[in-house]
């Protein structure tokens, strides 16, 4: 079956320690998305790539970092400087093409205390 | 700014009845609109869309109805059912942005038997 597959699905870290949140997409997809949902704000993008070794930031940016080094692969990273980086992460992935829905993962739920 | 807006975070509806679901937009450049249903713990996944050349497009029990001199659409699910609670994200997008969506806050939907 082709999906997208996040790992872990719920992560514990330490403030000040950066933590790197796996997405892989077996669906042949071009391109990737990072999403982040707090309650009652929806979803929020904070990166995407729309071709290998390419990304771009999204709304929300600031304290995180991505890589695309390979097609199935869209790891995050949120690192320290990120001021509240407790939340539910999305990654989804699309063919590209204008208006092909997004494809999304399970998510991972990460908690800093 | 919320570019997309759901305005009532939370629905509840007897089962049988018609659920109706909210959106709003200020972007006047957005032209395709998506409608997501996200369980709890799981990634949002796509229930059906509407692009702006259209006021409606129907799938089986759903409905999407867009007024785009109001800056409006509404998801219609008729006859709800138990298994339809769960969170809805409207969503939109421009053709002049590529493909990248602009989500609502969501509504929870609680379909009562």
């Known amino acids: 079956d082709g999906g997208i597959t996040q790992s872990p699905k719920y992560l514990f870290r330490k403030e000040g320690q950066n933590v790197t949140l796996s997405c892989e997409q077996n669906?042949?997809?071009?391109?990737m998305y990072w999403y982040r949902q707090d309650p009652g704000q929806g979803l929020r993008l904070i990166y995407y790539?729309?071709?290998?070794?390419?990304?771009q930031k999204g709304d929300i940016a600031e304290g995180y970092s991505v890589s695309r080094e390979k097609k199935e692969s869209f790891p995050l990273t949120v690192t320290s400087a990120q001021k509240n980086p407790t939340a539910f992460y999305l990654c989804?992935?699309?063919?590209?093409?204008?208006?092909?829905?997004?494809?999304f993962g399970n998510g991972t739920r990460l908690t800093v205390t | 700014d919320q570019q997309v807006k759901q305005n009532s975070p939370s629905l509840s509806v007897q089962e049988g009845r018609i659920s109706i679901l909210n959106c709003d937009y200020t972007?006047?450049?957005?032209?395709?609109f998506l409608w997501y249903k996200k369980y709890p713990a799981e990634g949002p996944t796509f229930l059906i869309s509407?692009?702006?050349?259209?006021d409606k497009n129907e799938d089986g029990r759903f409905t999407v109805f867009l007024n785009k001199s109001a800056k409006h659409l509404s998801l219609h699910i008729v006859p709800s059912q138990p298994g339809d609670s769960a969170v809805y994200f409207c969503?939109?997008?421009?053709?002049?942005?590529?493909?990248?969506?602009?989500f609502g806050g969501g509504t929870r939907l609680m379909v009562k038997p």
């Open positions: 989804a992935s699309t063919q590209g093409s204008y208006n092909s829905p997004l494809h």
């Open positions: 669906l042949n997809h071009d391109a």
């Open positions: 790539s729309q071709i290998v070794n390419d990304f």
């Open positions: 972007n006047s450049m957005f032209d395709y």
């Open positions: 509407i692009s702006s050349i259209k």
């Open positions: 969503a939109a997008s421009a053709s002049n942005a590529g493909n990248m969506l602009t």
